[in-house]
């Protein structure tokens, strides 16, 4: 099978090395000359320890020659990218797209929504919770896969499924997507409560919490409530928001250690996924279109209408 991936990032780099013990050959993509002859002068990377670049990769700045002759291509850039990406790429119609890039545009669209406005393709959406850190370890992991094409799915198939990888999979991309997306905005509260000093239990109350309200989220986006218990759902939701590693988390608990201020300033040499995807939702939040009390709170604090205190209040209230 031949893939193309657009995208030389970590996680990026990370499904190759799947694809790789699958046998597949892969062409990656990066914009930048200097990114690429790095990765090919040093078979990897130094923010992935534990993976080489092996002959099967190639790796280029030529967009049309990630698409040629594909018979999968995968999105792992970030979003705030992908729009021009796109009108660039010259990616053929009845092509077979896998985003694996996490987020939601300052449109409110999407990136299977986005794909539309370029390329008839077919589209499917990987979510789940897994660190490319991880990845590499050939241990034990999961991904949830949506898609309505069938021919797409079994093409997902063989590229994933090996000895190391479970998957399960959905019909609603648009809830998966999402699920992808709001992950990292819990990671923020999840930081803001350990900055705030919060104890294991009020953690433990908050996961349990977060895991409703994705079902209450999905329902009011008239998407399948069940998608909140899938790998890319409460698996995904647990790994991130357990993570002192995570940018988003990172955010949160300098939002709680130390105020708006201090963490607006970490905004300007990191990007924070969460922070973007809440920012773009923002109204939607406020106006319960997407019904979510921690969504909100977050929003609120965000804006200076509430203290960062007032999560804990929300945590106590039916």
């Excluded at 590229?159 to 990671?187: R, T």
Aim: aromatic share 8%; glycine share 6%; net charge negative.
């Amino acid at each position: 099978m031949n893939i193309g991936i657009y995208g030389t990032g970590v996680f990026g780099l990370a499904l190759s090395s799947i694809f790789t013990d699958n046998g597949c050959n892969i062409t990656m993509w990066t914009k930048f000359k200097d990114e690429k002859d790095e990765l090919i002068k040093n078979k990897g990377s130094k923010m992935l320890p534990n993976y080489n670049i092996g002959d099967n990769i190639t790796i280029t700045n030529s967009l049309d020659e990630v698409a040629k002759d594909k018979d999968l291509l995968v999105i792992a850039i970030p979003v705030a990218f992908i729009e021009d990406t796109l009108k660039n790429a010259n990616i053929k119609d009845g092509a077979n797209i896998l985003v694996a890039s996490k987020g939601i545009t300052n449109d409110k669209l999407l990136v299977s929504e986005l794909i539309g406005k370029y390329v008839n393709a077919n589209v499917a959406v990987l979510s789940g919770p897994t660190f490319a850190s991880d990845v590499v370890l050939k241990k034990p992991i999961s991904f949830t896969i949506a898609t309505l094409d069938e021919n797409l799915k079994r093409i997902c198939m063989l590229a994933f499924k090996n000895n190391y990888v479970k998957l399960q999979y959905s019909n609603d991309l648009y809830a998966i997507e999402f699920l992808g997306a709001i992950k990292n905005v819990y990671a923020i509260i999840s930081g803001l409560l350990d900055g705030l000093g919060a104890t294991k239990s009020t953690k433990a109350l908050f996961l349990t919490d977060a895991i409703r309200d994705e079902e209450a989220i999905l329902e009011s986006l008239d998407c399948l409530r069940d998608d909140a218990l899938s790998y890319a759902g409460v698996g995904d939701l647990i790994l991130t928001c357990s993570s002192s590693d995570s940018r988003n988390y990172s955010f949160g608990k300098i939002l709680g250690e130390s105020g708006i201020s201090a963490s607006k300033d970490f905004l300007k040499n990191n990007t924070v996924e969460g922070y973007q995807t809440i920012s773009n939702i923002a109204e939607l939040v406020i106006y319960d279109k997407i019904n979510s009390k921690l969504l909100k709170c977050l929003v609120n604090i965000l804006n200076g209408v509430s203290s960062k205190e007032d999560i804990f209040n929300v945590l106590v209230t039916n």
